[in-house]
C-alpha cells in the first residue's frame, strides 16, 4: 500500500499524466466543437489512427518532424473533408459516416503501412521522426513543479494551449457563436442568415484537425514509431471524455485529465494487484454513470415543467 | 425502374466500391488481372472456400439481424460489438467447466450466452426508455466495458498456461456443435440462424408487436400519442436484439473453435451494420447481405495468401460501400429525372 501512494505522489506520476492524457484530450476537443455544431463525429479513433500513420510516413520521406505533423494535420482534415461531403452534400448518416471512417482506418493502414514498409505491424524500417521536447526556462528549476510542467513534447503544450484557444473560440468569436447557435437550434440559425452545412464542415474540420494532432503525438512523441492499431481506443475516450464533460471545455479538459489519470495509474494499481484489463474500462463506466445522472436530472426538470 | 431505386442504388454502390478496389490492385500488384481474378473466383475454387463463406456469414446474420431490429426501432445502437464477444466468453465458460451430454451442453451454453448478451442490452435500452439517455454513447461506451471485462476473464481464469499463445482451456468435446456438411466447417449455427430471421421475419410483419415496433421507428412521438407503449417496445427491442447478438457470440465460439482466443473484440457488431444497411433493414434480406459480405472477405483472403495484396483492402471496399448506401442524395437526382419522365407521359 505504501509504494502504492509513494508512486501516486510522485512527480513522475503527474508528468506521466499530462504526457498520457495529451492525445485524449486533442482528440476531446475535436469532439468537443463537431458535437456543439450538432454533429457527432464518432470517426476520432480512425482520424487519430490515420494521422498517426501520415505522421510517420512523410516525416520519414522528408526527413523533418514538422513537415510530418503537417502532413499528419492535413490527412486529418482531408478524411474530415470527405466525411463532410458525404454526411453534408449527399446526406450519409452522420454515424454510419463515422463508422465508414473507422473502418478504413483499422484496415487501411494496415495496407498502407504494408505497401510502404513491407510489414503489417510496425513502421521500424522507416526512419521516422520525432517532435522534440521543451524544457522551459525558468519554470524547469522550480521545486517539484518544474520537473512536472517541463520537459514535455511540443504537443503537450499544444494541448493545452489548444484549451485555452477552443474555449476562447467558442465563447468569445463569430465562429464559435455560429457552431453553438446552429448545434442548438439550427433552424433558428439558418433563419438569421447562417449556412448550416457551412459551419458544420468547419467544426468537422476542426475535429479532425485536432484528432490527427492526437494521432501525431502517438507516432512522433509518445512512441517514435507507428504499430498498427496504435491509437488502442483513446478515440473512444476522448468522445467519453466530451461526454462525461457535459459538453463544455472545462469539463472535457477535467475529464480528459481525470482519464489520463486513471490510465497513468493503471501501472500503480497493479502493485495493489488490481487488473489492469478492468482499470482500462474505468473512462467508459464513469461516462455511462455521468450520462444515466445527467439524463435523470433532465427528465425530471422536464416532469417538474409540465407539472406547471 | 423507380419500384427498383433502392435496389439498383445498393447495387451501383458496390460496383463503385470494387471498381475503386480493382483500381488499388492494379496500381499495388505485379499482376493485377491475376489477382483480381483471385479476388473474385477464389471463394467458389473449393467445397472447403464455400465452405468458408457459409461459415462466415452465420455470425453476420446473427449480428446483421440484431442491427436490423434496433435501426428499424429507431434506435442507433451499436452495441452488438460487446454482446457478441462477451456471449462468446460467458459459452466457453460453460463449455469448459459444466460436463453434460452431447446435446444439452452446447443449448446450455448458448442459451447463457444469450440470455448474458439480452441482459447487459437491457441497460442501455432502459436508460434510453426511463431518461431518454442517448443510446448511441452508453452503447458505444458498453462495447469498451464488456470488451475489458471479457479480456479479465480470458486472462485471470480461463487462460490456459501451457498453451503457447493467449488462449482458453480447451472446450468439451460435448460442447461443440455439431458438423453439418462433411468437408466443411458449415455447423449447426446456420439452422439456427436461419430459424430466427424467419421467426423475426414473422414477427415484424405479421404481429402486432412487430407493427409497434415499426411504429414507434418511424416516430416515437406519434406512436405514444396513438396508444403505443414506446418505452416497453425499446426495452423489448434491445432484450430481443441482445438476445441474437449473444447468440451469434456463443454460437460463433462453439461452432468455429476448439478454445476461447479472442483477446479483443472480433469486429462482428460493427459488420453487423453494414449487413443490416445492405439488407435495408428487412430481415430477410440479411442472408443475401452476409454472404456478400462473406464472400468478398474471403475473396481478400485469399487473395492476399496467392498474390501481392494485403486482405486489408476489404476495410476500404467496406468503407465506400456504407458512405454510398447511407447516403439519401446518392442518386437521388437520376431518381428525380425518372420521377419528371413518368409524370410527362401520364400528363
Not at chain 1, 517514435?224 to 468522445?239: N, P, V
Not at chain 2, 423489448?236 to 438476445?243: D, E, N, Q, R
Not at chain 2, 444497411?277 to 481478400?300: D, E, M, Q
Request: glycine letters at 10%; a positive charge.
Amino acid at each position: 500500500m505504501d509504494s502504492f501512494w509513494s508512486v501516486l505522489f510522485s512527480t513522475d506520476f503527474a508528468f506521466s499524466v499530462l504526457r498520457v492524457t495529451t492525445p485524449i484530450l486533442l482528440a476531446a476537443l475535436g469532439a468537443l466543437i463537431s458535437n456543439k455544431a450538432g454533429i457527432v463525429n464518432i470517426g476520432m479513433e480512425g482520424t487519430m489512427l490515420v494521422g498517426a500513420l501520415t505522421g510517420v510516413i512523410v516525416s520519414a520521406y522528408t526527413g523533418s518532424a514538422w513537415i510530418g505533423l503537417l502532413g499528419a494535420v492535413m490527412s486529418g482534415i482531408t478524411l474530415s473533408a470527405i466525411l463532410a461531403y458525404f454526411t453534408l452534400k449527399i446526406k450519409t448518416h452522420i454515424i454510419l459516416g463515422g463508422i465508414a471512417i473507422n473502418m478504413f482506418a483499422s484496415g487501411g493502414t494496415v495496407f498502407i503501412l504494408y505497401l510502404v514498409s513491407g510489414d503489417k505491424g510496425t513502421s521500424t524500417s522507416l526512419q521516422s521522426k520525432v517532435l522534440p521536447n521543451l524544457h522551459i526556462p525558468l519554470v524547469q528549476d522550480i521545486p517539484v513543479l518544474g520537473p512536472i510542467l517541463s520537459g514535455h513534447n511540443v504537443l503537450t503544450y499544444i494541448s493545452l494551449l489548444a484549451v485555452a484557444g477552443v474555449y476562447y473560440m467558442l465563447k468569445r468569436t463569430p465562429l464559435g457563436l455560429q457552431i453553438r447557435s446552429v448545434g442548438e437550434n439550427p433552424q433558428a440559425a439558418q433563419s438569421v442568415g447562417i449556412s448550416v452545412a457551412k459551419i458544420q464542415c468547419i467544426a468537422l474540420l476542426l475535429s479532425g484537425f485536432f484528432a490527427s494532432l492526437g494521432g501525431a503525438f502517438m507516432s512522433m512523441g509518445y512512441l517514435s514509431l507507428f504499430t498498427r492499431d496504435m491509437t488502442a481506443g483513446r478515440g473512444w475516450i476522448a468522445i467519453a471524455a466530451e461526454a462525461l464533460g457535459g459538453g463544455s471545455t472545462i469539463g472535457t479538459f477535467i475529464a480528459s485529465l481525470i482519464f489520463g489519470a486513471t490510465n497513468a495509474m493503471a501501472n500503480a494499481l497493479q502493485i495493489l494487484k488490481i487488473p489492469s484489463e478492468l482499470i482500462a474500462t474505468f473512462p467508459y463506466v464513469a461516462t455511462v454513470v455521468g450520462l444515466l445522472v445527467y439524463a435523470m436530472i433532465e427528465s425530471k426538470r422536464k416532469k417538474r415543467k409540465k407539472g406547471i | 425502374m423507380l419500384k427498383y431505386f433502392d435496389a439498383i442504388r445498393t447495387l451501383i454502390s458496390i460496383a463503385i466500391a470494387l471498381v475503386i478496389a480493382f483500381l488499388i490492385i492494379t496500381l499495388v500488384s505485379d499482376q493485377p488481372l491475376e489477382t483480381i481474378r483471385i479476388f473474385l473466383t477464389g471463394p467458389l475454387s473449393t467445397t472447403a472456400q464455400i465452405g468458408n463463406v457459409i461459415e462466415m456469414a452465420i455470425p453476420l446474420m446473427f449480428t446483421g439481424l440484431s442491427v436490423v431490429l434496433l435501426f428499424r426501432s429507431g434506435l442507433f445502437n451499436l452495441g452488438a460489438e460487446g454482446l457478441f464477444y462477451i456471449s462468446g466468453v460467458v459459452a466457453a465458460i460453460i463449455a469448459i467447466y459444466a460436463s453434460m451430454n452431447g446435446f444439452i451442453h452446447p443449448v446450455v451454453a448458448i442459451l447463457a450466452g444469450s440470455t448474458v448478451g439480452a441482459l447487459l442490452s437491457a441497460i442501455p435500452g432502459i436508460m434510453k426508455a426511463k431518461w431518454n439517455a442517448e443510446v448511441l454513447v452508453t452503447s458505444l461506451m458498453f462495447n469498451s466495458i464488456l470488451s475489458g471485462i471479457g479480456l479479465y476473464i480470458l486472462n485471470y481464469h480461463l487462460r490456459d498456461a501451457a498453451a503457447f499463445a493467449n488462449v482458453s482451456y480447451k472446450f468439451q468435446e460435448t460442447a461443440r456443435l455439431a458438423n453439418l456438411i462433411p468437408g466443411t466447417r458449415i455447423h449447426t449455427g446456420l439452422i439456427l440462424v436461419l430459424a430466427c430471421i424467419v421467426a423475426t421475419h414473422y414477427f415484424m410483419y405479421h404481429t402486432r408487436w412487430g407493427y409497434e415496433l415499426r411504429m414507434t421507428g418511424s416516430n416515437r412521438a406519434f406512436a405514444e400519442f396513438s396508444g403505443i407503449k414506446t418505452g416497453r417496445v425499446i426495452i423489448t427491442v434491445h432484450l430481443i436484439a441482445g438476445f441474437l447478438a449473444g447468440m451469434g457470440g456463443s454460437v460463433e465460439v462453439l461452432g468455429m473453435y476448439t478454445r476461447f482466443q479472442w483477446s479483443d473484440l472480433p469486429g462482428y457488431g460493427l459488420d453487423g451494420a453494414l449487413v443490416a444497411l445492405l439488407a435495408k433493414n428487412n430481415p430477410l434480406s440479411v442472408v443475401g447481405a452476409a454472404l456478400f459480405l462473406a464472400y468478398i472477405r474471403i475473396g481478400a483472403d485469399q487473395m492476399s495468401i496467392m498474390s501481392d495484396v494485403p486482405a486489408e483492402l476489404i476495410s476500404i471496399i467496406q468503407a465506400i460501400i456504407i458512405l454510398l448506401i447511407s447516403a439519401e442524395q446518392f442518386l437521388k437526382m437520376w431518381k428525380n429525372r425518372q420521377l419528371l419522365k413518368e409524370a410527362e407521359k401520364l400528363g
